[in-house]
């Protein structure tokens, strides 16, 4: 078995505490690799900029910044850095609007600690990750206007799975997957994939 290619990952977050733990748990992980910490959004992209740096895990308040707006900094100075959000808000606005500025994942505070860990696999595989405790379910709404294939597939974006996860999963093809996705945003009025990401997050278990 080869020996798995190591994540490196930058920490922010204006707490030292946090840091210290999320640095203890994250290095309990053989691939996983702390290049820095960060308290504030300038010391963030300084690290980031002189060192190798594939993930941040970033705090959604900063004190006086703004962890979505640092990572629309990112996304615009450093696309190829994967972020991950990190917050004790479940509210679905804070959630677009993270999506929106280019985070891959967002993960609350208070789940177990496995979800960070899973997060940044699902992340740096290519995919998206959502904590459990952000999907509620819904009796209304999407059932009664989707399939029940498209209500599969719903739930698998919920689940932060890509079209070839999904595609893989359902026995289908990546096309297909994406032709069920465009009929799942027309029956449903919805525009964006960040708009989709968060219905499937409200509406499904």
Known sequence: MHPRATINLLLVDDHPLVRDG???RLE???HFYIVGEAAN???ALAI????KTDLVLMDINLGTANGISLTSRFTQEYPHIAIIMLSM???AEYVTQSIQAGAKAYVLKDAPAEDIINAIESVTAGGTYFSAGLRKSDENGAN???TQRELCILKSIATGKSNKHIAQDLGLSVRTVETHRL???RKLNIEGQADLIRYALSHTD
């Not at 980031?48 to 060192?51: I, K, L, Q």
């Open 22 to 24: 999320l640095r203890a």
């Open 28 to 30: 309990t992980v053989s």
């Open 41 to 43: 959004a300038q010391d």
């Open 48 to 51: 980031a900029g002189r060192a």
């Open 89 to 91: 808000h479940d509210k």
């Open 144 to 146: 009664q206007v989707l």
């Open 183 to 185: 009929n799942i945003k």
